[in-house]
């Protein structure tokens, strides 16, 4: 709420397409709730090897619990396509309180479908809020659109990066069946959240572009993303769901040392996302991209033959690299459409959610046959395949935006 020149109270307006300030407030606000969103499905990669032996499953069917979360991403351009149109932050304010629920619910169920079923509405409350709230964020960025990508991810890779931890020390407190309880900080965040959300309003752009129009000039674009998402995620995977499951079948470390081993790559993992697409608005998204494709496969494939020391330094790196490609993705896409920011990013987030669904499955099937070290190494080498995909990706600087 701000008061103008009459001194009367009025709605907070997101997306003047004349402000071109970063709103510091409003960013750190969406930012702070994808941290405490994230957290909970942070408890996924630790909770899976635990759900995996009391269910005697395989680990391709245990990774197929993961993509019932993924599946709603479908609804993400639908999402996206209202949210350019009328203001859904409550889909924002919600989703903490929503998700924690049903991530706590998930150590009550004793059954595959059970599971399968909360995953499920776990990740329509995920698209719920993932869909309108970088978009949020880029009509609250102004001219920083990076900027302002790297604080919203740097919070939800900080919410995965403490996730793995919170939900061991729960897990060694209360079990499986007793960590239900975290649910109540979602919802008191929510509460917070609805008092600091709920004069903000998003000004649809004036120059929205009709969705018949908007897919033909579109589609090459995410045809690339597509590309170099789909390779990408086989690493990314492999580095931060598979890792405790790896961690213990491969080297014997225990679920609090693997739960270790993950928070220290998310938390390199912050760093980051705190500072790739803020150097990608002076650098230039593509050469930010090539960069980091480039790298973090390499130092993956160093960290399967690493000991001691230099394997913690290698996890550093990895988290730095491996996970800091997505706000930069994401800051392009704001800039490919910024007259339908929402439904672009609910495109984006569909093809990033299926492309990691699959993949968590194929590493998964991948570790059944051949183990979890070949099935890391094939990922690495297959994450290469991403890079020429920068070639061909179209990347529009700050004032020339338009595809094609």
């Given at each position: 709420?701000?008061?103008?020149?009459?001194?009367?109270?009025?709605?907070?307006?997101?997306?003047?397409?004349?402000?071109?300030?970063?709103q510091t407030q409003h960013v750190m606000t969406v930012a702070?709730?994808?941290?405490?969103?994230?957290?909970?499905?942070?408890?996924?990669?630790?909770?899976?090897?635990?759900?995996?032996?009391?269910?005697?499953?395989?680990?391709?069917?245990?990774?197929?619990?993961?993509?019932?979360?993924?599946?709603?991403?479908?609804?993400?351009?639908?999402?996206?396509?209202?949210?350019?149109?009328?203001?859904?932050?409550?889909?924002?304010?919600?989703?903490?309180?929503?998700?924690?629920?049903?991530?706590?619910?998930?150590?009550?169920?004793?059954?595959?479908?059970?599971?399968?079923?909360?995953?499920?509405?776990?990740?329509?409350?995920?698209?719920?809020?993932?869909?309108?709230?970088?978009?949020?964020?880029?009509?609250?960025?102004?001219?920083?659109?990076?900027?302002?990508?790297?604080?919203?991810?740097?919070?939800?890779?900080?919410?995965?990066?403490?996730?793995?931890?919170?939900?061991?020390?729960?897990?060694?407190?209360?079990?499986?069946?007793?960590?239900?309880?975290?649910?109540?900080?979602?919802?008191?965040?929510?509460?917070?959240?609805?008092?600091?959300?709920?004069?903000?309003?998003?000004r649809p752009s004036k120059n929205q572009i009709p969705f018949?129009?908007?897919?033909?000039?579109?589609?090459?674009?995410?045809?690339?993303?597509?590309?170099?998402?789909?390779?990408?995620?086989?690493?990314?995977?492999?580095?931060?769901?598979?890792?405790?499951?790896?961690?213990?079948?491969?080297?014997?470390?225990?679920?609090?040392?693997?739960?270790?081993?993950?928070?220290?790559?998310?938390?390199?993992?912050?760093?980051?996302?705190?500072?790739?697409?803020?150097?990608?608005?002076?650098?230039?998204?593509?050469?930010?991209?090539?960069?980091?494709?480039?790298?973090?496969?390499?130092?993956?494939?160093?960290?399967?033959?690493?000991?001691?020391?230099?394997?913690?330094?290698?996890?550093?790196?990895?988290?730095?690299?491996?996970?800091?490609?997505?706000?930069?993705?994401?800051?392009?896409?704001?800039?490919?459409?910024?007259?339908?920011?929402?439904?672009?990013?609910?495109?984006?987030?569909?093809?990033?959610?299926?492309?990691?669904?699959?993949?968590?499955?194929?590493?998964?099937?991948?570790?059944?046959?051949?183990?979890?070290?070949?099935?890391?190494?094939?990922?690495?080498?297959?994450?290469?395949?991403?890079?020429?995909?920068?070639?061909?990706?179209?990347?529009?600087?700050?004032?020339?935006?338009?595809?094609?």
């Amino acid at each position: 709420m701000t008061t103008n020149n009459d001194g009367k109270n009025v709605d907070v307006i997101a997306g003047d397409p004349q402000d071109e300030t970063f709103q510091t407030q409003h960013v750190m606000t969406v930012a702070g709730a994808h941290f405490v969103h994230d957290t909970y499905t942070g408890f996924l990669p630790v909770l899976l090897p635990l759900i995996r032996d009391n269910l005697a499953i395989s680990n391709s069917l245990a990774g197929s619990l993961i993509i019932w979360s993924q599946a709603p991403s479908l609804l993400n351009p639908f999402i996206g396509y209202i949210a350019d149109r009328v203001s859904v932050r409550y889909f924002i304010i919600l989703a903490p309180a929503i998700t924690g629920t049903l991530i706590g619910a998930l150590g009550l169920a004793n059954s595959y479908i059970t599971m399968a079923m909360i995953l499920l509405a776990t990740g329509i409350s995920i698209a719920g809020f993932h869909a309108p709230a970088p978009a949020l964020i880029g009509q609250v960025s102004g001219k920083n659109v990076g900027r302002g990508m790297s604080y919203f991810m740097a919070g939800g890779e900080l919410g995965r990066a403490l996730g793995p931890i919170i939900i061991a020390a729960l897990l060694a407190w209360f079990g499986i069946g007793g960590y239900w309880n975290i649910a109540i900080v979602g919802w008191v965040v929510s509460v917070i959240l609805y008092f600091r959300l709920k004069n903000l309003t998003a000004r649809p752009s004036k120059n929205q572009i009709p969705f018949a129009e908007l897919w033909p000039q579109a589609q090459n674009y995410f045809l690339i993303l597509l590309w170099l998402m789909s390779f990408r995620a086989l690493l990314l995977v492999a580095v931060t769901i598979w890792l405790p499951t790896f961690m213990q079948d491969v080297t014997g470390a225990s679920a609090w040392v693997s739960a270790r081993s993950l928070t220290l790559i998310e938390i390199a993992g912050v760093i980051g996302a705190l500072f790739a697409g803020t150097l990608s608005d002076r650098t230039g998204r593509r050469l930010m991209l090539m960069f980091l494709l480039s790298v973090s496969p390499v130092l993956a494939l160093a960290f399967l033959y690493s000991t001691g020391w230099i394997s913690i330094v290698l996890m550093l790196l990895i988290g730095v690299t491996a996970i800091s490609a997505t706000p930069v993705i994401m800051a392009s896409v704001q800039d490919q459409f910024p007259d339908n920011r929402a439904f672009a990013n609910g495109v984006m987030l569909a093809i990033n959610f299926v492309t990691r669904g699959l993949a968590i499955w194929g590493v998964g099937a991948l570790a059944d046959r051949i183990g979890f070290q070949s099935a890391f190494f094939w990922s690495c080498i297959l994450a290469l395949i991403s890079v020429p995909a920068t070639f061909f990706l179209p990347f529009g600087n700050k004032k020339e935006v338009t595809v094609g």
